[in-house]
């Protein structure tokens, strides 16, 4: 099983700053995903990130917004850009093993002032 | 709405109690999993069904996929306090990216 690191694990920020967040995975992997989960909400897929393409993004969510770099097979970072309150959220990233069980990091709690 | 519907949202029982949550989905699905969240954390698998299996058992866990109802349930058998958490089910279509239920909150008390 993949083996996932964030960083940081929590943050407050003030409105209208940047956060980028950074996902670390212990085995080289090609898909990456960026969810977002708003307090007592499921979880919302932000965008698929593949090594060497744009990500991938979910209606509802803008590169502008989230931009995602993807460098190598092992590391994606997520930027949640010009923040407001609504943006305060847990932010995971997880990966795809053999198109069957996903694994989770343990998760950005980041909480906009 | 993408998301199908988890029930109950919330559910709390005394230690040693069975736990049963259930889920359903709008689409066709390759596999359907379980997984646990707790406090806001990360989320952890639990366990995986694909289409063609009606039943799976994990430890303590049982898990049933009605591909005719769309539905899948969990069973959590002799609940104890550590299995506080909340639990996601996640179907997988076509895609092969998961789409997530509301989740169930479980309280297990001592």
């Known amino acids: 099983s993949a083996v996932i690191s964030q960083k940081p694990s929590r943050d407050i920020c003030q409105r209208g700053t940047s956060l980028t967040i950074q996902c670390q995975v212990d085995?080289?992997?090609?898909?990456m995903f960026w969810y977002r989960q708003q307090p007592g909400q499921s979880l919302t897929l932000i965008a698929t990130?593949?090594?060497?393409?744009?990500?991938?993004?979910e209606s509802g969510f803008v590169i502008d917004k989230f931009p995602i770099s993807r460098p190598n097979l092992t590391f994606s970072t997520l930027t949640v850009s010009n923040m407001s309150p609504e943006d305060s959220s847990i932010y995971l990233c997880?990966?795809?093993?053999?198109?069957?069980?996903?694994?989770f990091g343990p998760g950005t709690r980041l909480t906009v002032l | 709405s993408q998301q199908g519907e988890e029930d109950p949202q919330a559910l709390s029982i005394q230690e040693g109690e069975n736990a049963t949550m259930n889920c359903s989905y709008k689409?066709?699905?390759?596999?359907l999993q379980w997984y646990r969240q707790n406090s806001g954390r990360g989320l952890v698998h639990l366990i995986l069904?694909?289409?063609?299996?009606r039943e799976k058992h994990s430890g303590r866990l049982r898990v049933t996929l009605d591909t005719s109802k769309k539905s899948s349930s969990l069973l959590i058998t002799a609940s104890r306090a550590a299995d506080t958490a909340s639990y996601f089910c996640?179907?997988?279509?076509?895609?092969?990216?998961?789409?997530f239920g509301r989740g169930t909150s479980l309280i297990v008390h001592p």
């Open positions: 689409t066709s699905i390759n596999n």
């Open positions: 990130a593949n090594q060497g393409s744009e990500a991938t993004y």
């Open positions: 085995s080289q992997v090609t898909m």
């Open positions: 069904i694909r289409s063609n299996e």
């Open positions: 997880s990966v795809w093993q053999d198109y069957n069980e996903q694994f």
């Open positions: 996640a179907w997988v279509g076509g895609s092969y990216i998961p789409t």
